[in-house]
């Protein structure tokens, strides 16, 4: 991470505090401000803070914030925040990360109940401590006391959008390391889940101690957990854990198989072996001679167990893509033929500086240009969206003017104006039909209201995929993985809605995000609505996101065809224009 991102989350934790603590609410604005402008900063933040007087002429940068910037240029640190992390209890900065809560309700709650952490908060609300608040309602209190299971709830599993990226530089590791042969990650990481309890890493080499050396001995482990021949677990620094196992090259894809799962897949392959006269385990799948005696420890050679194909072959069975080895998946009818990252073409729903987003409008199409896509959306927050910057009637058309300008000074890309549109709470939008029609793309969004009853956000979404102007309905939910469950609609009642009116329900690939999940998109395709995946980038690395929502859609059993992402340029055209 650059300097500047990193001093971003230090003042951003600055304001937090400031206000846990109590502080004018102009000065906590003021750092907050700064934290905003550190993050877009381009260019050496340490070059400039020597030079005298150029953190100043900064805009949003006052003195004293010079000062702090400075001070953690020299020595790593502000002394303000290091006071104020001494004054406040460590155990009420994982509160702010709870959904309701915000940074003055968390000083509230520590000044007026006595509240330090997670577990004072709840004994506050057991005993009623909290009621006797003023100003704390009982449905503020039932809505503190939901956020607070949902986040137990979801405590231990860690997003796919970190565990992946770890997998990978792990497997990267290990594969460097003398006579290994193969490492993969199987378990809920290779079915694509949307979060993963531990990393299953399995590996084949000829010098399996030299392996489990360098897995045990990496600087980021913080505790190992067991270490053999053949197995070791350890504990990252980032609170995840890593299985590692070291199986027989001619056993591969048995392991493979096993310890992917799910364990219900598992139990189905080994009942579909047992009825055809065969035992199926992590070592192959053999022949069953009613001894009870392990197969491989007779010396008994399988039937098939290299790869998971040659396994799946064997019992008669069409190979199903790991993504669709869960419960309901069923063994015995062919899978159909999942959409790949290589079929995106698309990206329909991003943000430039024009609202809340950090690149303009030309370097998110670079960006779209190096991904190879043929067509990139513009899709800025709309006006009642007031804190991620939303644009009112004026600023939207000339942002619209600003992307057309953009659009004609390039060959190789295709942008379109569009725009996210909030949904109010009674399904009415952000902005009037005239000026919708003036775009090319557009987009509607729940953004605020994510508590209202199912039967309210039923209505309320239905009525925007059954606008004639809308073409996508995104993120349908608001849901935030581990911190919000966000809107339950009649999903049977969304999706018969949006496709009988052809409106393209998003999978936002944010791994925070992943909305619609996947047994929605499994619904949506049922009904025969169309999908439509996008990264909802704000950055340019926001673009990479697009693999996560890929992955969902394949566990949903998205192919290609249902994907409008997956369309030539003139299709694209044709589905909008319709
Ligand atoms: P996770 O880690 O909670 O996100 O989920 P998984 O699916 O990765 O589960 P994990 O790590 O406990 O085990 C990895 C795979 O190993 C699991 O998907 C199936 C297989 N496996 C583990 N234990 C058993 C078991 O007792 N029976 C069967 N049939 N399979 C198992
Ligand atoms: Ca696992
Ligand atoms: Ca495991």
Known sequence: MSDQRVLATEFEMLAALMEVAGQNAF??????????????????????????GALESMDGVGKSSASKIRQWCDDGTIAELDTLRGEIPAGLVPLLDVSGLGPKTVGRLWREADVTDHASLRAAIDDGRLAAL??????????????????????????????LP???????????????????????????CETIGDIDLLATTSEPARLMERLTRRPDVTKVLASGDTKASVRLEAGIQVDLRVVDREAFGAALLYFTGSKEHNVALRHAANTRGMR????????????????????????????????????????HPPELRESHDSLDAAPPDLIDQGDIRCDL??????????????????????RGY????????????????????????????????????????????????????????????????????????????????????????????????????????????????????????????????????????NPQRLDLRDRHVRKA????????????????????????????????????????????????MDWLDR
């Open 134 to 163: 003023p100003r704390m309602g009982a449905k503020t209190i039932a809505n503190i006391l939901d956020s607070l299971n949902f986040a137990a709830q979801s405590a231990d599993r860690t997003s796919i959008g970190r565990a």
């Open 349 to 370: 729903h991003t943000h430039t500086t024009a609202s809340d987003g950090h690149l303009s409008i030309a370097d998110m199409a670079r960006e779209a240009i190096a």
């Open 525 to 572: 395709l049922a009904a025969g609505a169309r999908i439509t995946i996008n990264t909802d980038a704000h950055a340019a690395a926001h673009f990479d996101f697009m693999r996560y929502g890929v992955v969902t859609g394949r566990r949903g059993g998205l192919t290609a065809k249902s994907c409008i992402n997956a369309y030539s340029a003139s299709e694209l």
């Open 166 to 192: 770890m997998a990978e530089s792990l497997a990267e590791d290990l594969r460097s390391v003398d006579g290994v042969h193969r490492v993969e990650w199987a378990g809920s990481l290779r079915r694509g």
């Open 280 to 319: 199926l385990n992590e070592y192959g799948l053999f022949k069953d001679d009613g001894d009870e005696t392990p197969p491989q420890d007779r010396g008994m050679s399988p039937l098939a167990s290299v790869t998971e194909a040659d396994i799946y072959q064997a019992l008669d069975l069409p190979w």
């Open 27 to 52: 000065k906590v604005a003021a750092v907050r401000r700064v934290a905003r402008v550190l993050e877009d900063f381009e260019g050496d933040l340490r070059a400039v803070a020597a030079e005298p």
């Open 374 to 509: 043929h067509t990139l959306a513009i899709t800025d927050h709309s006006k009642s969206s007031v804190q991620a910057g939303g644009l009112d009637e004026q600023r939207l058309r000339s942002h619209i003017d600003d992307i057309r300008a953009v659009d004609a000074s390039l060959s190789e890309i295709r942008l379109l104006a569009g725009a996210e549109v909030d949904i109010h709470a009674d399904g009415r939008l952000d902005y009037d039909d005239d000026l919708l029609a003036e775009l090319d793309i557009v987009l509607a969004a729940p953004h605020v209201s994510l508590r209202q009853s199912p039967k309210d956000a039923t209505k309320r979404l239905v009525a925007a995929v059954s606008h004639p102007l809308i073409h996508i309905l995104v993120h349908p939910t608001g849901r935030i993985i581990g911190r919000r469950p966000g809107l339950e609609p009649d999903m049977d009642a969304l999706v018969a809605a949006a496709a009988e009116h052809g409106t393209a329900l998003e999978i936002n690939a």
